[in-house]
């Protein structure tokens, strides 16, 4: 799958997040597509990252993008199923950009349906893996479409997982939200809700957005 601003949005929302945080040593990102989110974070964060994929194509994508960047040695990428994947290790953060269109329409494109819909992974059977990974202070984090998140919260708090971030993403200010960033712990506390719009009224980007994403960015 090509890479989206939403995705690159994500990451550099969860590295500005990472940066203080000296607790968090080891990550794992689950579903690494080209290896983006992974080579965002390795660039605001010590920890060590792994990053699991099933598709064996986009495995091998990640996998060469990954050892032909700067920060190869703090990555190890598996060709696996989350929900068979085994570690000898707990996460301190897990973030994830999961299969979006659960119960939408799918196209003929099966590697598409795998990537976009649930035909891989529910957010149920996603949530069950992020329990069975995360430390016990440990923090997870998901990129998703704004009309599933509140059902994404429901099936979290079922595990016992309480929001305690959410960012809502808006194209422009004449468009509805189109997607959340959800950030989950197991320590209850007071949700935070913000906004974040891509682009202005005359189609540039806002310096929110430009702040976010200026190191990641050639051109901005």
């Known amino acids: 799958m090509k890479v989206c601003t939403d995705a690159c949005l994500f990451g550099a929302y969860i590295a500005n997040k990472l940066q203080p945080l000296s607790a968090v040593k080891?990550?794992?990102?689950?579903?690494?597509?080209?290896g983006l989110l992974p080579l965002m974070l390795a660039q605001k964060t010590t920890a060590a990252i792994d990053t699991v994929e099933i598709d064996?194509?986009?495995?091998e994508q990640a996998k060469e993008n990954i050892a032909r960047s700067l920060y190869s040695s703090k990555i190890e990428i598996f060709n696996a199923d989350i929900l068979q994947f085994i570690s000898n290790k707990k996460y301190d953060c897990i973030i994830s950009n999961p299969p979006f269109f659960e119960a939408d329409l799918r196209s003929g494109d099966e590697k598409k349906n795998a990537a976009k819909h649930d035909t891989s992974l529910t957010y149920t059977a996603l949530i069950n893996a992020v329990d069975k990974n995360l430390t016990a202070d440990g923090f997870f984090s998901v990129?998703?479409?704004y009309h599933r998140s509140?059902?994404?919260?429901?099936?979290?708090?079922k595990l016992n997982f309480c929001l305690t971030q959410k960012l809502?993403?808006?194209q422009t200010p004449k468009h509805h939200y189109f997607r959340a960033i959800l950030i989950?712990?197991?320590?209850k506390a007071t949700a935070n809700q913000s906004e974040?719009?891509?682009?202005?009224?005359e189609g540039n980007y806002t310096d929110e957005f430009t702040n976010l994403l200026k190191d990641y960015y050639l051109y901005l």
């Open 26 to 34: 080891n990550i794992l990102d689950i579903g690494s597509g080209t």
């Open 56 to 59: 064996l194509a986009a495995f």
């Open 143 to 145: 990129l998703l479409p």
């Open 150 to 157: 509140n059902y994404f919260e429901e099936e979290a708090a």
């Open 168 to 170: 809502l993403v808006k």
């Open 184 to 187: 989950f712990s197991r320590n």
């Open 196 to 201: 974040l719009i891509i682009k202005n009224e």
